[in-house]
């Protein structure tokens, strides 16, 4: 069985593992306290623009050198940033374990340099037009701007065209400096992993992030005020579109709350791809294209969504009976049969997904960074076999009814 471990080094950065010496892979990857909802205005889309910036080279690395010693340690290396982290992390051989921590350390020490910084500037700016292209065409953005406000979580992770394009390097340069700090920084690791070797190649590595210059805190928003490039109309017109996209937000449990467990088998009784409520009802009878529920859990807070897709035509009448089947789970609860093969379908899916060291390690991370945490697989093996139709139904009833706040793209 895995073993779980952890330590805190003297300049406050945290490690944790879940080490098994039967595994062929080792997963690493430093779990950063810098997203969307750490931002103001001006610094809006910087957590992931600082993510793009990491891979441009370091005192000790060129941007190819970077590219070359992650192709070289095989395996896979990626990194993403949402509204509460930046993450950065590969999957390799054991063998290979001291080698990718002194690539991904360095890495967490880029060297920021002007002509890096405008020209990823314009591959954001693609980036961004690329998805703003793309059904639904944004739908999904404006409804969290919507829902939570154009700041915090609601604040795109991308930012906006106006904001890539007005932001400076030296604002980067202190937002780096503000977030990117020992103490907002966790190191996760999984499979099989040394862990004193870890620890001691890390805390020589990063000994110096702790004399990081501390920037001062930026100006607080005018919450009056619009940030650039945020409309926040509940209709997106997409003039070429052929299908109408339609997305709502309401209530559900943050990532501590007891209740997440119950809506996460909801959402598989309710909207999953095969089997549910909504694809008897809707997908099935060639209704829609789309007609899917899922919970998204943040820190201290969560959301409901709701998503159908089908002709315009058709949305109306789609609607109704979407809000049909939500109506009649808020109202009546499930069934025990509906409940079991939800349980079963997500522990067979936790216990597969759990044998990748790799798959392990953002649950471990994230979980750290954000909570401080730790939960083991057979923990959230018996908190999804502990859900009761009285809880699930309980939960439907809470987070099922209620104004919702709803945005359409369509022609």
Not at 44 to 51: A, D, I, K, P, T
Request: glycine content about 8%; proline content about 5%; overall charge negative.
């Amino acid at each position: 069985m895995p073993e779980f471990k952890q330590a805190t080094l003297s300049n406050g950065l945290r490690i944790v593992a879940e080490t098994d010496p039967r595994g062929y892979s080792a997963a690493m990857g430093y779990f950063v306290r810098a997203g969307a909802r750490d931002e103001v205005d001006f610094e809006s889309g910087l957590s992931h623009f600082l993510e793009h910036m990491m891979f441009k080279g370091t005192a000790r690395r060129s941007a190819a050198d970077v590219n070359r010693e992650l192709d070289e340690l095989g395996g896979n290396s990626n990194a993403y940033t949402s509204e509460e982290q930046t993450v950065y992390y590969a999957t390799v051989l054991p063998k290979f374990q001291d080698r990718l921590v002194d690539l991904l350390t360095d890495m967490l020490s880029p060297s920021l340099a002007e002509d890096d910084f405008d020209t990823e500037r314009q591959v954001i700016l693609e980036e961004i037009a690329k998805y703003e292209d793309q059904p639904p065409f944004g739908a999904f953005e404006r409804a969290m701007e919507i829902y939570f406000g154009p700041r915090g979580l609601g604040r795109r992770v991308l930012g906006t065209q106006d904001s890539i394009r007005a932001v400076t390097a030296s604002a980067m340069r202190d937002y780096f400096y503000r977030r990117y700090r020992p103490e907002n920084i966790v190191l996760a690791a999984t499979g099989n992993v040394d862990f004193d070797a870890l620890v001691a190649q890390v805390e020589t590595a990063t000994e110096h992030w702790a004399a990081r210059p501390i920037p001062e805190s930026p100006s607080a928003d005018d919450p009056n005020a619009l940030p650039a490039g945020v409309a926040l109309d509940n209709r997106i017109a997409t003039p070429d579109a052929n299908q109408a996209y339609l997305i709502r937000m309401s209530p559900g449990p943050s990532m501590t709350d007891e209740d997440r467990f119950a809506t996460r088998l909801l959402a598989s009784v309710v909207g999953d791809e095969g089997g549910s409520r909504l694809f008897w009802e809707l997908i099935d009878t060639g209704r829609a294209e789309v007609a899917t529920v899922w919970p998204q859990e943040f820190l201290d807070t969560g959301s409901w969504f709701s998503y159908l897709v089908c002709a315009p035509d058709d949305l109306e009448t789609n609607r109704r009976l979407f809000d049909g089947v939500i109506g009649r789970v808020a109202e009546k609860g499930i069934e025990q049969d509906e409940l079991s093969q939800a349980i079963n379908k997500s522990v067979a899916g936790l216990i597969m997904q759990s044998e990748r060291p790799g798959n392990r390690l953002f649950g471990l991370g994230s979980r750290w960074l954000t909570t401080g945490k730790y939960q083991s697989l057979d923990d959230q093996l018996d908190r999804l076999r502990g859900v009761t139709t009285d809880k699930a139904s309980a939960a439907a009833a809470k987070y099922f009814v209620g104004q919702a706040t709803e945005v359409i793209a369509a022609g």
